[in-house]
């Protein structure tokens, strides 16, 4: 089945600071791959997507690049607010099916005033 | 975007006891769901792929006589967890896949004391 790393598991940054997170996926036939934000005691929400026909997708503050021969996206948080801080998660996917995902470790973010 | 309600938010619930959640997608129909259950600061991870008309399909490892799943209407799967113990006291997640992406509730606080 698949399994998807994510690093790092804690981050802290300056307000206005980038952050980058990164993950790694197994399965190559995994063709979707969404990052979500999880705030204390809520169920998780959908910040940007990409899918593997596309290399690079951006949302104003937001992006995500793929790199499917390495298996590999990351998410890059830039201009970050305090209201940016959270748990973040990736999370891999297959087919037409987007709710079937496995999900890496997650990775609290801080951004200090 | 497409709304999925979980109920009840919380519940407490005495050992031996079971425990139904709901989840409904409010705008759209979903003829698969899918349940999550995570444990304090740790990732989700999928238990079971919820079917409207059919059995569902449970992960491996996850009893499907404790998680009893439900998927009775295009709108509404439930999930009942029988017989409740301690370890069972999780963060449980339900979802239903749109048509680009997948949408979650807000999920629902299980502690069995």
């Known amino acids: 089945g698949e399994n998807v790393e994510q690093h790092p598991s804690t981050l802290s940054v300056q307000e206005g600071d980038s952050a980058v997170i990164k993950c790694t996926y197994s399965d190559s036939a995994s063709n979707y791959f969404p990052w979500y934000k999880q705030e204390l005691g809520k169920g998780p929400q959908l910040i940007i997507d990409?899918?593997?026909?596309?290399g690079e997708k951006k949302d104003q503050r937001i992006a995500v690049t793929l790199n499917k021969t390495a298996k590999h996206f990351s998410l890059h948080i830039t201009e970050t607010q305090p209201e940016d801080s959270a748990v973040y998660f990736c999370a891999a996917g297959g087919g037409t099916s987007y709710g079937k995902l496995t999900f890496g470790q997650g990775t609290i973010l801080t951004v200090h005033p | 975007g497409a709304v999925v309600s979980q109920h009840p938010s919380w519940v407490i619930c005495k050992s031996g006891t079971s425990v139904k959640i709901e989840c409904r997608s409010l705008d759209f129909q979903a003829t698969t769901m899918f349940w999550y259950r995570q444990f304090p600061k740790q990732s989700l991870m999928l238990m079971a792929t919820?079917?409207?008309?059919?059995?569902?399909?449970?992960e491996q490892g996850v009893e499907k006589d404790k998680f009893l799943i439900n998927h009775a209407s295009l709108t509404l799967s439930t999930l009942t967890v029988t017989s409740a113990h301690p370890e069972d006291s999780s963060f449980y997640i339900c979802s239903a896949s749109g048509r680009t992406e997948a949408f979650f509730g807000q999920g629902t606080r299980l502690t069995v004391v």
């Open positions: 919820s079917n409207e008309g059919s059995k569902a399909t449970y």
């Open positions: 990409i899918r593997s026909n596309v």
